[in-house]
């Protein structure tokens, strides 16, 4: 068999004619954040350049460390693709959040600024709490999750930092549905959301909204591919036939079934070998892409199903009583 390519060495073009490696490293920490400081220079050295994070997940000071450190050892910033998030309890002030960010990972700019959910959480000025509820436990909001439309100023707030400053290369959005992106797109100031990250994997069809995406230039990334804990997508009989037909691991079939469709992906491991090794490129084919989309038709199964979501129109998502156009 032919020699897989590697993931590291694709790109995909944006919409605003900058490119995006197609492999990247999440860095939501598994545990002690102290440990994303290791998983990025495992990562850089081994060939990726996309290290995606937030200010949300308390990691990009340990990043700024990896960062410092990759940099002694030759590897410049320009190289280097980086992106982070505001969450939805900073709303109000998302150069703030960015500026945050920009203290704590060592950089006087990021690669790609997202809106992390379309939603606005009741935050202080320092975005804190970040998952805000009253007394009864439930989510406090500053705008209704459903028919509210503060989340498109939050967009906008955005697009005007890459405006009217150089810390942003890209702009897009994270945990836009389909319904969201139509409320946001007759609204959009000057940017068209560049990427849409968003939970993709092959147990959660999702192909109206990529079909969406595509037809507006927005390139989908997927976050959590081999699903939640555990990583239950690796475990699947067809991705492991396929691992095997390969000689690759689950992971990187999982990898090339976005890569394959032009999608990036941003796989997160606290196992530095797996990291390091997780790069090759299987040349799946079309039907075995097919094939690897059916599971998801045949038994949807969506790992994230966080409370914010509710109401944002995604099918699948366990809890929300407040989408009822959707499954």
């Not at 406090?140 to 930092?161: C, H, Q, R, S």
């Amino acid at each position: 068999m032919a020699q897989n390519r590697f993931a590291t060495e694709i790109y995909f073009d944006l919409n605003d004619k900058r490119k995006i490696p197609a492999l990247g490293l999440g860095t939501i920490p598994s545990g002690d954040p102290k440990g994303v400081k290791d998983q990025v220079i495992a990562a850089v050295e081994a060939g990726y350049r996309h290290i995606d994070t937030a200010w949300y997940y308390g990691s990009e000071k340990y990043i700024g460390e990896a960062l410092r450190e990759l940099s002694a050892k030759g590897v410049k910033r320009e190289d280097l693709f980086i992106t982070t998030k505001v969450w939805p309890s900073f709303y109000h002030s998302p150069e703030k959040s960015l500026d945050k960010s920009l203290h704590d990972l060592g950089t006087n700019y990021v690669d790609l600024l997202l809106q992390h959910w379309p939603v606005c959480l009741r935050g202080g000025e320092d975005g804190t709490p970040t998952e805000p509820k009253d007394k009864d436990g439930n989510l406090l909001y500053d705008d209704d999750p459903v028919t509210g439309e503060k989340f498109i100023d939050v967009y906008n707030a955005i697009e005007d930092i890459k405006l009217n400053t150089d810390k942003v290369k890209s702009v897009g959005v994270s945990n836009y549905s389909i319904p969201k992106l139509k409320q946001l797109l007759p609204n959009v100031k000057k940017f068209v959301p560049a990427v849409n990250q968003i939970e993709y994997h092959p147990q959660l069809p999702q192909k109206d909204l990529t079909d969406f995406c595509a037809e507006h230039g927005i390139l989908v990334e997927a976050y959590s591919p081999v699903g939640g804990p555990g990583a239950p997508v690796i475990k699947l009989p067809y991705v492991n036939e396929l691992a095997e037909k390969y000689d690759v691991s689950p992971n990187e079939v999982i990898n090339a079934y976005h890569i394959l469709e032009n999608r990036s992906v941003i796989p997160r491991s606290s196992n530095l070998e797996r990291i390091q090794t997780n790069i090759r490129l299987p040349k799946l084919t079309k039907d075995e892409l097919r094939t690897l989309y059916q599971i998801g038709v045949v038994k949807p199964t969506r790992y994230t199903n966080d409370p914010w979501g509710y109401g944002l129109g995604f099918r699948y998502w366990k809890g929300d009583t407040l989408s009822k156009n959707f499954d």
